[in-house]
Structures are given as structure tokens and as C-alpha cells.
T-cell receptor
Framework: AQTVTQSQPEMSVQEAETVTLSCTYD???????LFWYKQPPSRQMILVIRQEAYKQQNATENRFSVNFQKAAKSFSLKISDSQLGDAAMYFCAYRSARGGSEKLVFGKGTKLTVNP | GAGVSQTPSNKVTEKGKYVELRCDPI?????LYWYRQSLGQGPEFLIYFQGTGAADDSGLPNDRFFAVRPEGSVSTLKIQRTERGDSAVYLC?????????????FGPGTRLLVL
């Protein structure tokens, strides 16, 4: 079974600075998808960024980018120019590309605080 | 609809009671997922529907939990003989066709408290 580990229960960053959230995962599969979701206090999970394992190029979405290291099974999220609205829980998630395994497997999350 | 909706937003019940949690997915989405998020944890998968059928129910913790999606749209998660350990936020998500690369869109969840 796949597992996702987020080793940082909490992180903080100053507004306008850059912060990196860590995620590692364990799988024997070669084809899969990785996601970062944001969960504000409203509880609604919002997709931040997605990475396909077969793509070597790291995904970017505006101020959000990932460092995907497939051999190391590492998938960190970098938030540049942090804003107050970035404060939330961040969850790393894994999804197999194999048919019949549609579920997301989540880590325990990292609580990000943004200081003004 | 504009997004995934879930009702009720909060539910308080007594140990041993029966509860139903409702999920209304994004219109046209054939895939629907239920997850459970305990305090301080990430969401854990419960069940996945493709259309009207449960394609994967491997995450249901025991036979007190059951879910239906009779018309391939709205889904109801049913919990019998609730226990205090069932207290959690129950999240519903939907995606267009259930393909691995698709985004799963989440609802705001139902917070269940079993006293």
C-alpha cells in the first residue's frame, strides 16, 4: 500500500517570503500522480498543484511550484511571495495511475502560518 | 451546480443513533468519493462510486457504514449505531470521469459529533 509522509506538522513564513513544505511517499509503482491540496478553515480542500510522475519537468502554478524527485520519492511544495491568504493546512496526496485505484492517499498535513 | 455541496454542515448525534450525510456532486460528474478526516489527520478514503455503482468500498471501516448513489448523482453516506469514534469530518468529492489525472473537487464536509 502506498503511504504519504509530511514530516512538518507546522511551518511559518513571513509575508512576501518563500517557504517549502516537504512530502515523501512510498510506492512500488512507476506511474502515478501527486497533488498538493490546500484546506483553509472553511474545510474545503482546494487543489493547488498536480504532478504527473512520468513528467520530469516540475509543475508550476503562479507562485506555487514543486520539486519532484522521483528516485528519492520526494515531492516538496514551494510557495513564493507568501500572502496572508496562503495560511491553511496543506496536504500532499498520491494517486495511482493504475485503473481501479482511484482514491487519493493523503499525508497528515502541514499547518502553514503566514506572519504579516 | 457550481461546486460540491454537502448537508448538513454539522451534525450532533448520540451514541447508537443512525445518521445520514448527503453529498451533491458537480453536475455531470460521474465519479464520486467519500473520505473521512479525523482531527489532526489527512482525509482517508471510504468509498468510490462510478455512476450508480460502488466501484471501490475498501475504505469503509465496518458494516455500520453504507453509502448509496441510486441515480448516479446525489449520494448518501449512512452510519448505523454511531460510536464516539465515528466523530470526524466527512468529505465528499467528485470528478468528471474518475480518471487518475483528473482533479477531485471537494465539498466543505459534514462535521459529525457523536456524544
Amino acid at each position: 500500500a502506498q503511504t504519504v509522509t509530511q514530516s512538518q506538522p507546522e511551518m511559518s513564513v513571513q509575508e512576501a517570503e518563500t517557504v517549502t513544505l516537504s512530502c515523501t511517499y512510498d510506492t512500488s509503482e512507476s506511474d502515478y500522480y501527486l497533488f498538493w491540496y490546500k484546506q483553509p478553515p472553511s474545510r474545503q480542500m482546494i487543489l493547488v498543484i498536480r504532478q504527473e510522475a512520468y513528467k520530469q519537468q516540475n509543475a508550476t502554478e503562479n507562485r506555487f511550484s514543486v520539486n519532484f524527485q522521483k528516485a528519492a520519492k520526494s515531492f516538496s511544495l514551494k510557495i513564493s511571495d507568501s500572502q496572508l491568504g496562503d495560511a491553511a493546512m496543506y496536504f500532499c496526496a498520491y494517486r495511482s495511475a493504475r485503473g481501479g485505484s482511484e482514491k487519493l492517499v493523503f499525508g497528515k498535513g502541514t499547518k502553514l502560518t503566514v506572519n504579516p | 451546480g457550481a461546486g460540491v455541496s454537502q448537508t448538513p454542515s454539522n451534525k450532533v448525534t448520540e451514541k447508537g443513533k443512525y445518521v445520514e450525510l448527503r453529498c451533491d456532486p458537480i453536475s455531470g460528474h460521474t465519479a464520486l468519493y467519500w473520505y473521512r478526516q479525523s482531527l489532526g489527520q489527512g482525509p482517508e478514503f471510504l468509498i468510490y462510486f462510478q455512476g450508480t455503482g460502488a466501484a471501490d468500498d475498501s475504505g469503509l471501516p465496518n458494516d455500520r457504514f453504507f453509502a448509496v448513489r441510486p441515480e448516479g448523482s446525489v449520494s448518501t453516506l449512512k452510519i448505523q449505531r454511531t460510536e464516539r469514534g465515528d466523530s470526524a469530518v466527512y468529505l465528499c468529492a467528485s470528478s468528471l470521469m474518475g480518471q487518475p489525472q483528473e482533479t477531485q473537487y471537494f465539498g466543505p464536509g459534514t462535521r459529525l459529533l457523536v456524544l
